[in-house]
């Protein structure tokens, strides 16, 4: 006879199972969770291989292209949609062009910037080549984003220079080994960027267990803290 915790986690398990099918899977999982080792970490949904962005704009296209995907209203109170379509454009141009850049699965990509439908768009693209995203508030003091910086050694940082309403900005660094700086304000970026509208990034399929972005503690108590979270599920520390 099953305990009530036992009971409990089998409903569990059943409701997981029937969620996740409703995703898409490059290959199939074999299980719902498992445990690792004796400690309080599992792995959920192993053996399966998804992607994030494709279960985000690829599967819909075919029914809901033209049905909005985002609304944004701007610093200046102006209200814009994006549809599927437009958006699933957007994500496939910055992730050619991220690709151009020599960003690969793996490789950590810093985000800092205003609330727009490019931060989407530039998760999106992290997502469908197989990248980490580590979002950081684009205001955020400039010791905090070299603590951050320092943290996780991206391959790139994305800001945005125009201010759009933000009271102060941090300094972003210029110069780093190994490290690429875009400003996504600048003409440099538009004329790159409109090179790559018509191109098409097949998804990297990942398996759930790997990361898929890195999201930091505030630090107000210490140093801050990197929580990993695997494509499948689960977050953990690093």
Same mark, same amino acid.
């Given at each position: 006879?099953?305990?009530?915790?036992?009971?409990?986690?089998?409903?569990?398990?059943?409701?997981?199972?029937?969620?996740?099918?409703?995703?898409?899977?490059?290959?199939?999982?074999?299980?719902?969770?498992?445990?690792?080792?004796?400690?309080?970490?599992?792995?959920?949904?192993?053996?399966?291989?998804?992607?994030?962005?494709?279960?985000?704009?690829?599967? !819909?296209?075919?029914?809901?292209?033209?049905?909005?995907?985002?609304? !944004?209203?701007?610093?200046?109170?102006?209200?814009?949609?994006?549809?599927?379509?437009?958006?699933?454009?957007?994500?496939?141009?910055?992730?050619?062009?991220?690709?151009?850049?020599? +960003?690969?699965?793996?490789?950590?990509?810093? +985000?800092?910037?205003?609330?727009?439908?490019?931060?989407?768009?530039?998760?999106?693209?992290?997502?469908?080549?197989?990248?980490?995203?580590?979002?950081?508030?684009?205001? +955020?003091?400039?010791?905090?984003?070299?603590?951050?910086?320092?943290?996780?050694?991206?391959?790139?940082?994305?800001? !945005?220079?125009?201010?759009?309403?933000?009271?102060?900005?941090?300094?972003?660094?210029?110069?780093?080994?190994?490290?690429?700086?875009?400003?996504?304000?600048?003409?440099?970026?538009?004329?790159?960027?409109?090179?790559?509208?018509?191109? !098409?990034?097949?998804?990297?399929?990942?398996?759930?267990?790997?990361?898929?972005? +890195?999201?930091?503690?505030?630090?107000?108590?210490?140093?801050?803290?990197?929580?990993?979270?695997?494509?499948?599920?689960?977050?953990?520390?690093?």
């Amino acid at each position: 006879m099953l305990t009530a915790d036992a009971e409990g986690e089998g409903l569990n398990r059943d409701f997981w199972q029937r969620e996740a099918q409703r995703l898409h899977w490059q290959h199939p999982f074999e299980q719902v969770v498992e445990f690792v080792e004796s400690g309080p970490r599992r792995r959920w949904f192993p053996e399966g291989k998804t992607n994030l962005c494709f279960n985000a704009l690829d599967r !819909h296209l075919a029914l809901r292209a033209d049905r909005c995907a985002i609304i !944004h209203r701007d610093f200046c109170g102006e209200a814009h949609q994006m549809s599927y379509r437009e958006l699933w454009q957007q994500v496939n141009a910055l992730s050619s062009l991220m690709a151009e850049w020599g +960003i690969r699965q793996g490789d950590r990509v810093l +985000i800092t910037l205003p609330m727009t439908p490019l931060a989407a768009v530039a998760m999106l693209a992290c997502a469908r080549l197989g990248a980490i995203h580590v979002v950081v508030y684009s205001s +955020i003091t400039s010791e905090a984003l070299a603590q951050r910086i320092q943290a996780c050694t991206p391959a790139l940082i994305l800001h !945005h220079s125009d201010s759009r309403g933000r009271e102060s900005l941090p300094t972003i660094p210029t110069t780093a080994e190994n490290m690429r700086v875009v400003d996504t304000a600048s003409d440099a970026y538009v004329k790159q960027l409109a090179l790559h509208m018509d191109r !098409h990034v097949p998804c990297v399929w990942l398996s759930s267990c790997e990361p898929s972005h +890195i999201l930091f503690t505030s630090g107000t108590s210490g140093v801050p803290k990197g929580i990993v979270r695997d494509t499948g599920a689960m977050p953990w520390r690093c």
